[in-house]
């Protein structure tokens, strides 16, 4: 078990630093409050020292003038919270050992020891109890019995000013930590949200300098690679459109070829090589992102010309299942995505099959199936990469540029969608496009 998972430490920084800040402020001001009690339980104590030792001479003196026979009366008016005296030898007991009995029994030695001869012995009790013993100047024993207290009792609103305290200063922490990670969650949103498009919301360049700073920084960023971008495509769009030329003039030439088998080999790797532009210009253009808008269609009606078109060409392609509501997405990227999935499924399989699932909140699953060799399981997420094409069952005599299943992805992440490939039970392979959040609120 490591320190951490020990810990329980949070994974989010904005309760990383509000615990951090709140534990850090409630133990200083525990502390404070610690220290503010013990200098005030010192110096009450200090001060109650001389109240108890010039008192007790007073009372005393008072009954030592008394007629006997009047001092009993005085006895509850000379009481005190913490000490009261007694008309008799009181109770024996234990040499004194308490550090504030001693300072008590010190105290009254010093005020009244020089007049009254005196002794002192603690009480057993179930607190700090004392008696100190001395006589009168006519011979009548006096007890004064004291239970010493160490300062005095806390206000009874005090407790209640320490919690609000506390309540104030969990607040301020929230709000400071709030204050200072919402700049970093809106920077990984702006980072979450920057599709192949290029498009995301540019963040605000205001605030403290650090965070208006990293924001410029991540706009800039944002510019810079969306130039990039832009600049391959239209590096590829002109390679594509340069290539046109030649490759139609080879064509010409190999069309007035009188030795037919090679003429035959040379169309072919033209055909190849036109196609390979094609598909690695598309490629690009969904790298950068599509300009397609999204709209509002009938996907059940999408759905159903794309198989037809299938079924007119002969081929051998199922529907099941339907959306029953309209959809807002991009029609065209979304027939491009199915088109490639089928025309694989019908590559590697004989035969494809369309299932549609879709359900109350607005989120759809398109599964395209097929009964072809698969794909290792290794390979699963491999065969996304462009110009990758695998060299067992799906092979290049197969035929086909490595870039269908690429463009499909692309697509899929500007339209927020996520395409996976399954291997199915018993043979066969189904490729997964989840749409969500389609519906308009």
Known sequence: MNRSSWLHWPRTLFTRLAVILFVGLALAQTLSVWLTMKERDQTMTNVMMGYIGRDVVSSVALLDHLPPDERAQWLPRLARRSYEFVLGPGVPGLPVDADLSAR?????????GKHYPLTVNAVPSGSERLQI???????????????????????????????????????????????????????????????????????????PSEVARAARAFNAMQDRIATYMTERMQILAAISHDLQTPITR??????????????????Q????????????????????????????IDPDALFDSLVCDYVDAGQDVALNGRFDHSLMLRPQALRRIIGNLVDNALKFGGAAQID?????????????????????????????EPFY??????????????????????????????LTLHNRAGGGLEARLTLRKLRES
């Open 356 to 384: 549609i699932t879709a359900s109350p909140d607005g989120e759809a699953t398109v599964s395209v199936l097929d009964r072809g060799p698969g794909i290792p399981a290794e390979a699963l997420e491999t065969v996304f």
């Open 250 to 267: 080879m064509r010409l030439r190999v069309d007035t070829m009188d030795n037919e088998a090679e003429a035959a080999k040379l169309r």
């Open 269 to 296: 790797d033209l055909q190849e090589m036109e196609a390979l532009v094609k598909e690695g210009v598309t490629y690009a253009r969904t790298m950068h992102g599509t300009t397609e808008v999204p709209r509002r």
């Open 133 to 207: 013993h001395l006589k009168l100047s006519d011979g009548m024993p006096l007890t004064i019995d004291m239970r010493p207290m160490s300062g005095v009792p806390l206000s009874r609103w005090l407790p209640l000013v320490l919690t609000l305290q506390l309540i104030v200063l969990a607040a301020c922490c929230w709000f400071a930590v709030r204050l200072a990670t919402r700049p970093l969650k809106q920077l990984a949103l702006a980072a979450d949200t920057l599709g192949p498009d290029l498009k995301a919301e540019r963040l605000p360049e205001t605030g």
């Open 104 to 112: 008590v029994a010190q105290s009254v030695t010093d005020g009244i």
């Open 389 to 418: 094409r695998l060299e067992g069952s799906r092979n290049r005599q197969t035929g086909g540029t490595g870039l269908g299943l690429a463009i499909a992805r692309q697509l899929a992440l500007a339209m927020d969608a996520t």
